[in-house]
């Protein structure tokens, strides 16, 4: 399972599942509906779009941080 993480000064964003490229267009889809309910600026996620965090997440384990804890 893959998980995206995109932080702004005020929100972060979390994707979680199996294709990237998917989660990448799932996310710019919702910083579009972001943009019309708080008046962010639409070319953010553009400009920042190296700032995306990409892990690949294990199933049946628990993390603490973001790292694996305990292996369930």
Not at 10 to 24: H, P, T
Request: negative net charge; aromatic residues 14%.
């Amino acid at each position: 399972m893959i998980h995206l993480k995109f932080y702004t000064p005020s929100f972060s964003f979390d994707v979680y599942g199996e294709d990237e490229q998917k989660l990448r267009a799932q996310l710019a889809d919702a910083w579009k509906v972001h943009c019309d309910q708080t008046g962010a600026d639409p070319k953010y996620l553009e400009e920042f779009e190296g700032d995306i965090e990409a892990h690949e997440l294990q199933t049946n384990v628990v993390y603490r941080d973001g790292h694996v804890f305990l292996d369930a």
